[in-house]
């Protein structure tokens, strides 16, 4: 018979309740303000439910009315320097936070409101109904509030989604040396994504000063967590990464505040993340101003029961038992905290002269320009103002340097080295970057000896780290550089890439100070490697109809250390695309001079010719030079460097084209995710009256690569390909 041990967790998991006695002892300053925040969140919420019946909300209006017990009390405990972020129901999180920045001494209802809470309220309100003078200028409306200033990191619409950068923030913090810790809240919904689970693993891997903090609110919509999961006592999640966890009634703002306090000087004192689960009750449905029992999925009964234990209710009661405030303070508040809604609304709103008596609209002044649809997109690129430019050839700002023929994977590890030995800023992540003498290909070559606590080896987790290095480019003290073994691995952290890092800067106002997402994300495409399907795609096509991304595409030594060096420059979130064709190629690179940028959108003209212009970029322009030779052919190669809508270089385009009038794209990837689809578009629409025949392509077919090595080449285009599509098109 075996011998069987009884194991337990290596982390605490405790419960934390609130006694009368607890009550009683509170500093009478922590309860005034665990009621004045509650009740002015809650009368928030309420005017918010008005508005939206009365459709004025544009879009979703997620209520917490009923859970701002666990927000305001999981808040008190931080100060202005920490972080919280939340999801797509984050209203009394971001005021929670919002109000105790501006007011970190309370706040007393018993005398009018001062400017700057009045003004939170204001634009936060603003921001619900997408007005210019929200905190994001519109864009953000309910599910996307942020304020960086006071440490409130933005709201979010993808479950789970903001929990990674929350690491982000974290590792900030504590890499700066401070003592700041970041909160993360998330709902039952969101605990089984693999977002969270791998962002738990990831910080508790690294010891990150990071709270998950679970509103348990018993619905995802309208799924009761009994049915999501076998265990509903969700805190338990955190004992599988040796997480401290606590559990709590979130009905109750000081029994948050209590376990909340222990969670926070855990993690202030070098501890680790902390899991905090406090069991909550949404009092309306997923959206708007019905109860879930109108929906069928909640009975009266429960509503009912869940109601008795309203958080303002116990607060109130509490102080009056206290001796804090009277009955008749208390009222005299609620009222204040009402007219003070009243009148923000009523500079906000206005009679509608085209509805029925009593209707109201929004003052038209108060929306945003349209003009401003796509400002903020990316930015304006100001930083590159004091920047030293140089590219080959002659003019102004032609390299001054020495240069000789050196091998594409050497300056990739140089330029890198050199950056994070002038800046200290600059830390690079990803799987074994820091071992095998510089990772898989030797791009770190050297880092992680000369920088061992900026290059992170991380776990197999590309959304988390993907995510945490977001947030570290949000909190914007430090330069993340990420890489990805292979470009497939995007695929897997779509979410961080395309829904946070891309739109984050655009989402959350666009153009203001400190708005930047600066992110480098280095992967490498590996057609004719052997790697097969999951390795070797050109992502090029489906990054360039993303917005947020600046794409860079470098196809020589030198090419590779200007675009690097303007990559970690650039205040927007930059994809470096590299090639293992090109990993152990030799071309013209710098010797000694690793600082220089390459202009932004500037296009690289490889051979002049007049008799067609052929656009290529990576590995496949020198197969297009090589198809060129073979043929003698008088054409006109164009090397694009920079391959995003906003960075594409249409001045050297046009003048060729103008000169040739025939095109050719030749490109390595397949046709369904095909960077030559739009591109051909879009130089048939601007160059119309210039071309003789429609743009043709090179492309691979509809397949991924295969191992096989014929299948392979089959699957992908190289010289032998560009030449019968130059023979074809121009009959040589």
Known sequence: MPTHRKLAPASPWTEVTATKKDWHGADPRLLTSMFTQTLLIRTFEEYVLDLAGQGLVHGPAHSSIGQEGGAVGSVLPLTGADFVGGSHRGHHQFLAKALGYVAPGGIDLRRPVDAEVRTVLQ????????????????????????????????????????????????????????????????????VNIGSVLETMNLAAAWKLPVCFFIE?????????????????????????????????????????????????????????????????????????????????YRTKDEEKEWRARDPLALVSRQLVENGVLSAGEIEECTARAKAVMAAIGDELLEPDPDGKPGTRRIRPAEWPDPSFRDVGVRGDLSEFDDVRLADTGTGPDAFQGRLEQRKFIDVVAEVMSRRMAEDSSVVVMGEDVHRLKGGT??????????????????????????????????????????????????????????????????????????????????????????YGSQHSMDPAGILATAPGWRIVAPSTPFDYVGLMN???????????????????????????????????????????????????????????????????????????RWLDRASLDWDTL???????????????????????????????????????????????????????????????????????????????
């Open 654 to 732: 046009g003048e060729s084209i103008r000169k040739t009038n025939n095109v050719l794209i030749a490109e390595q990837g397949p046709i369904g995710t095909s960077y030559g689809g739009w591109l051909s578009d879009e130089i048939q629409r601007r160059y119309f009256d210039w071309l003789d025949q429609p743009v043709e392509r090179v492309r691979a077919g509809e397949s991924s690569p295969s191992i096989s090595k014929v299948l392979e080449r089959a699957a992908i285009a190289r010289t032998e390909e560009v030449v019968a599509a130059l023979q074809r098109v121009t009959g040589n």
């Open 123 to 190: 634009r936060s309100l603003a921001e619900i109904c997408g007005l210019a003078r929200g905190f994001c200028q519109g864009r953000g409306g309910s599910m996307h509030l942020q304020w960086r200033e006071a440490g409130a990191m933005g709201t979010n619409a993808i479950v789970g989604g903001g929990v990674p950068q929350a690491a982000g923030f974290a590792w900030s913090a504590r890499q700066a040396g401070t003592d700041a810790v970041s909160v993360t809240y998330f709902g039952d919904g969101a």
């Open 441 to 530: 290909n030797g791009a770190t070559k050297g880092l992680a000896e000369a920088h061992p606590d900026r290059v992170l080896g991380t776990p197999i987790s590309e959304n988390a780290f993907a995510g945490l290095a977001g947030g570290i480019a949000l909190d914007g003290r430090y330069k993340p550089v990420v890489e990805f073994m292979y470009a497939d691995f995007m695929w897997v952290a779509a979410d961080q890439i395309f829904n946070q890092i891309g739109k984050a800067r655009h989402m959350f106002g666009g153009d203001g100070q400190g708005s930047g997402v600066p992110l480098v994300l280095r992967s490498k495409v590996a057609m004719g490697t052997g």
């Open 216 to 296: 348990n609110n018993k619905y995802a919509v309208s799924t009761h967590v009994d049915e999501a999961t076998a265990e509903p006592r969700l805190s338990a999640r955190g004992l599988g990464f040796n997480i401290p966890s606590w559990r709590v009634d979130g009905m109750d703002p000081l029994a948050t505040y209590l376990a909340m306090s222990e969670a926070v000087d855990h993690m202030r004192a070098g501890g680790g993340p902390t899991v905090v689960e406090a069991e909550v009750y949404r009092f309306f449905h997923q959206n708007g101003p019905f109860p879930g029992s109108a929906f069928g």
């Open 566 to 640: 303007s990559a970690l420059t650039c205040k927007d979130p930059v994809v470096v695309l590299e090639h293992t064709d090109l990993y152990n190629s030799v071309g013209p690179g710098p010797v000694d001079d690793f600082d220089y940028c390459l202009p932004v959108g500037r296009a690289a003209v490889r051979r002049t010719g007049s008799r067609i212009t052929v656009v290529s970029y990576l590995a496949m322009t020198n197969y297009v030079l090589e198809a060129v030779e073979q043929l003698g052919l008088d054409a006109e190669v164009i090397d694009l």
